[in-house]
């Protein structure tokens, strides 16, 4: 895969009591060039139960849409918060990911609508390095801490890096703040976990529909994990993680090498992780689930591990099921077919 390995924070929503928890909390998962999504998380919220969840997965948007039910004679008022993945300062122009908002702290274009209405929402940013939070030292220092303002921009981490002396340098390096490259130039050593949030207001024995969509972060890469030799244990493990069939590869071969529309094609290929399992955590299971995974292109091809999913076409996946419990995540694999030029 292409792109820095990032340490990732499970990308969700995550709802809890205001009265009973903190605004928000940020937590780091594993390192990953891919950037995994995920969908709402409860504080075990046993008066709330999820009616139905819609959700659309591509590799330029994903979609969903809850509809809650508050079971309960109360209204029940809580803190909404949408976390980002956890990333590093981006290092160059033009690497692996688009940070789409360009310096804006929504890199993922993240939206998300109330009932209908949309949602404003408020903005945390936190610097983390060796697990610790170390926001505060970085703006004692005046040193910018985002992710997503590229390195030739005045208001960029390293741009803040450069003006400090040595000794200050030496502090921040004891603190798993900054590298030194070998050119003996200073780079960020932490990476920034982003926190969108606001309050709902969930009302008593009635239907709260949430929707929201971004723009997911892919992991990709110029050599599909896609071979017909049995020896290639890259191609092994992938068949496995993402359910590729013998016979899907043969059709990915026949279609490359023109043997279906008379067109050769090149495959590349791009990774997107799905957090499902959290679904766990409100009242009794998802009432009724809905999934559709879809590639770019007709001819591109979609792979994923999930009992019940069912293949609708070589770009196309699908599942329906009434009392969904989701109790693994979703690692997604688009094949992508670029026509070579004859």
Same mark, same amino acid.
């Given at each position: 895969?292409?792109?820095?390995?990032?340490?990732?924070?499970?990308?969700?929503?995550?709802?809890?009591?205001?009265?009973?928890?903190?605004?928000?909390?940020?937590? +780091?998962?594993?390192?990953?060039?891919?950037?995994?999504?995920?969908?709402?998380?409860?504080?075990?919220?046993?008066?709330?139960?999820?009616?139905?969840?819609? $959700?659309?997965?591509?590799?330029?948007?994903?979609?969903?849409?809850?509809?809650?039910?508050?079971?309960?004679?109360?209204?029940?008022?809580?803190?909404?918060?949408?976390?980002?993945?956890?990333?590093?300062?981006?290092?160059? !122009?033009?690497?692996?990911?688009? @940070?789409?908002?360009?310096?804006?702290?929504?890199?993922?274009? @993240?939206?998300?609508?109330?009932?209908?209405?949309?949602?404003?929402?408020?903005?945390?940013?936190?610097?983390?390095?060796?697990?610790?939070?170390?926001?505060?030292?970085?703006?004692?220092?005046?040193?910018?801490?985002?992710?997503?303002?590229?390195?030739?921009?005045?208001?960029?981490?390293?741009?803040?890096?450069?003006?400090?002396?040595?000794?200050?340098?030496?502090?921040?390096?004891?603190?798993?703040?900054?590298?030194?490259?070998?050119?003996?130039?200073?780079?960020?050593?932490? !990476?920034?976990? !982003?926190? @969108?949030?606001?309050?709902?207001?969930?009302?008593?024995?009635?239907?709260?529909? /949430?929707?929201?969509?971004?723009?997911?972060?892919?992991?990709?890469?110029?050599?599909?994990?896609?071979?017909?030799?049995?020896?290639?244990?890259?191609?092994?493990?992938?068949?496995?993680?993402?359910?590729?069939?013998?016979?899907? !590869?043969?059709?990915?071969?026949?279609?490359?090498?023109?043997? &279906?529309?008379?067109?050769?094609?090149?495959?590349?290929?791009?990774? $997107?992780?799905?957090?499902?399992?959290?679904?766990?955590?409100?009242?009794?299971?998802?009432?009724?689930?809905?999934?559709? /995974?879809? +590639?770019?292109?007709? &001819?591109?091809?979609?792979?994923?591990?999930?009992?019940?999913?069912?293949?609708?076409?070589?770009?196309?996946?699908?599942?329906?099921?009434?009392?969904?419990?989701?109790?693994?995540?979703?690692?997604?694999?688009?094949?992508?077919?670029?026509?070579?030029?004859?």
């Amino acid at each position: 895969m292409s792109g820095s390995s990032m340490m990732v924070s499970a990308l969700r929503f995550l709802v809890v009591l205001a009265a009973v928890m903190p605004p928000f909390t940020a937590v +780091a998962n594993d390192t990953s060039a891919q950037m995994a999504a995920g969908g709402l998380v409860f504080g075990k919220q046993l008066g709330i139960s999820m009616q139905s969840e819609d $959700l659309y997965i591509s590799p330029d948007i994903v979609r969903v849409r809850y509809v809650f039910h508050n079971k309960t004679d109360k209204d029940l008022e809580t803190i909404v918060a949408f976390p980002l993945p956890e990333a590093a300062p981006s290092s160059d !122009t033009g690497g692996g990911h688009n @940070f789409y908002d360009g310096v804006s702290a929504n890199f993922l274009n @993240f939206k998300t609508r109330v009932d209908g209405q949309p949602v404003v929402t408020q903005v945390e940013q936190k610097a983390l390095a060796l697990g610790l939070d170390r926001t505060e030292i970085l703006k004692k220092y005046h040193v910018p801490i985002e992710s997503y303002i590229p390195p030739t921009d005045q208001r960029s981490a390293y741009h803040g890096l450069s003006r400090l002396t040595e000794a200050q340098w030496d502090e921040l390096a004891a603190l798993g703040l900054l590298k030194i490259d070998s050119q003996g130039h200073p780079s960020p050593g932490w !990476t920034v976990a !982003t926190v @969108f949030y606001w309050n709902q207001v969930f009302p008593a024995g009635k239907d709260t529909v /949430i929707e929201h969509e971004y723009q997911p972060l892919t992991g990709s890469s110029f050599d599909a994990p896609i071979s017909r030799k049995p020896e290639d244990e890259y191609a092994a493990r992938a068949m496995v993680r993402y359910c590729i069939s013998g016979e899907d !590869t043969k059709a990915i071969y026949e279609l490359h090498e023109g043997k &279906v529309d008379g067109k050769a094609y090149t495959a590349f290929s791009e990774e $997107l992780g799905y957090i499902l399992k959290t679904a766990a955590n409100w009242s009794g299971p998802i009432n009724n689930f809905h999934l559709v /995974i879809e +590639a770019r292109e007709p &001819v591109d091809f979609a792979f994923a591990c999930l009992p019940g999913l069912e293949r609708k076409s070589q770009s196309r996946l699908e599942m329906s099921q009434d009392h969904f419990w989701a109790f693994s995540d979703l690692d997604v694999l688009f094949v992508i077919s670029k026509p070579l030029d004859n």
